[in-house]
């Protein structure tokens, strides 16, 4: 049996009456790209691994409040993201508290982006502190706004301001270094 072979819904059913073979084939569908949502919030593998179960038990523990005229993909990225922050939220505690910056920075991505490679953009991100980095790729990967980020990271709007303004700052600068060097 492939889960090609059946719809959301029926993989809903059978998953909600406990039939293994229809909670694998939900896992299978939706693993692989839900796996890349939790590396986009994690530091390695084995944490994006350990989100994405997590996640899943999540999944399947509230599937029946699923609502079935929303995307279930789109239902089970969010929790996979809730997850993700959940975590962070737990890893945060064990950080160094960060300094906020007050001024906005503003930043004209024409300036240096132009000669920087893909790959090396997602390197600089992910060198980029805790914080700010989370606030980044909560704002531009998943449309967030600063009020949901204060609510998802139990920060002050303020705060996911200035972490967003940090995180252009010093990719900025990570930017310049490496096309100027």
Request: charged share 30%; proline share 1%; net charge negative.
């Amino acid at each position: 049996m492939n889960y090609q072979d059946y719809t959301d819904e029926d993989l809903i059913e059978g998953a909600l009456q406990n039939k293994r073979l229809y909670q694998e084939m939900l896992y299978r569908k939706y693993a692989d790209a839900m796996f890349t949502v939790a590396c986009n919030y994690s530091d390695d593998d084995d944490e994006a691994a350990d989100i994405m179960q997590e996640g899943f038990i999540k999944v399947f523990r509230s599937l029946s409040s699923h609502d079935k005229s929303k995307s279930l993909g789109g239902w089970i990225r969010r929790i996979i993201i809730n997850t993700a922050l959940e975590s962070y939220r737990k890893k945060v505690r064990h950080l160094e508290v960060v300094d906020e910056f007050a001024k906005e920075v503003s930043i004209n991505s024409a300036d240096y982006l132009e000669e920087v490679e893909p790959l090396d953009i997602v390197k600089y991100v992910n060198a980029l502190p805790a914080k700010a980095k989370m606030v980044l790729k909560l704002y531009s990967l998943e449309g967030f706004g600063h009020q949901e980020i204060s609510n998802a990271l139990n920060i002050s709007v303020g705060t996911s301001k200035s972490q967003l303004n940090r995180a252009k700052t010093l990719l900025r600068n990570m930017i310049q270094t490496s096309t100027n060097g």
